[in-house]
């Protein structure tokens, strides 16, 4: 599994598609897709968006990830990175950063490659 | 040439912008201001901005809009601080062009640089936070965006500072690490 992070609007799957070789039409959006259409999907971008869902639903993040990893192990996996603003008023929205934020450390720790894109501009940070 | 240095609130962008032009040397040295004072928030800004440069011997233009047009008395290198207030004004001034911005600013800005040894543009990186805001927010952040991953296209060296240390993301020092 490859891990693709970065700010909103950076052309995190545009860098992907261009470094990976897949047509941005095989990016699944993590906004919306089911567990099914992201265990058999090549790249999804939203990923962040898909966790902000499952803790909303009560559901338990380490699981989830765990299952999808499991029946997609070279999945490519986009997110943004969402812990630089000021700390939310809202106790949800702090969670979510968190919690979600925490996830992707695991995702970072087990994936085989981790990408930054800042700027359309790609590093390989492991 | 083009220089791209973006950074946070505060990162010290602006600071090492200006440190960039003047190690470049005996060159002439432009200031585009690019913020419209509208309250004392904004002059005590200019105010702490002008002290950091007293030193430095620039010259300061006030430009708002169409930074294209400008014209120079002699060519040296030219610092605009910052392309994020450009882009307000560009967007939401009654003398700017608020049709396809992201392409026009790009557009002015490498005309700008034609004019100039070198142009450094300093910007803003708000990109972070993690907030889904109002449709309207989320245009101007798109615009913002693009106008980003244009010039980094067209720039030759992109810089991110943080807390005052520059990574250079495209060309100078560390970017046999970047990857295509």
């Known amino acids: ?126 | 040439m083009i220089t791209l240095v973006l950074g946070g609130s505060g990162s010290g962008k602006s600071e090492f912008a200006e440190d960039y032009v003047v190690g470049k040397g005996s060159l002439p040295r432009y200031y585009i201001a690019t913020m419209v004072p509208m309250d004392e928030e904004c002059e005590k800004k200019v105010l702490r901005h002008r002290d950091m440069r007293k030193e430095k011997q620039f010259q300061t233009v006030e430009r708002y809009t169409h930074v294209g047009d400008l014209s120079f008395e002699e060519e040296g290198i030219i610092l605009l601080d910052c392309m994020s207030n450009l882009l307000a004004n560009e967007l939401y001034r009654k003398e700017g062009r608020n049709k396809n911005t992201a392409h026009i600013i790009v557009s002015d800005l490498v005309t700008l640089a034609s004019k100039a040894k070198e142009l450094v543009i300093v910007s803003n990186d708000v990109f972070c936070e993690g907030k889904e805001y109002d449709a309207f927010t989320m245009q101007y952040l798109d615009c913002f965006a693009s106008v980003h991953r244009e010039l980094a296209k067209v720039a030759d060296q992109v810089v991110e500072v943080v807390y005052g240390i520059p990574i250079y993301e495209k060309g100078g020092i560390g970017h046999e690490t970047t990857c295509k």
């Open chain 1, 1 to 126: 599994m490859k891990l693709v992070v970065g700010g909103y609007g950076q052309g995190k799957a545009a860098f992907a598609c261009e470094k990976f070789g897949f047509r941005a039409e095989e990016v699944v959006d993590g906004r919306e897709a089911s567990l099914e259409e992201l265990a058999a999907a090549k790249v999804v971008r939203n990923y962040h968006l898909y966790l902000r869902r499952l803790m909303e639903q009560g559901e338990s993040l380490e699981k989830a990830n765990d299952e999808l990893l499991k029946r997609n192990p070279h999945v490519i996996l986009i997110a943004d990175e969402i812990g630089c603003g000021l700390v939310p008023l809202e106790a949800a929205e702090r969670e979510y950063r968190d919690v979600v934020g925490h996830l992707l450390c695991k995702v970072a720790a087990e994936a085989e490659q981790v990408y930054r894109v800042f700027c359309g501009i790609g590093r390989r940070i492991k």
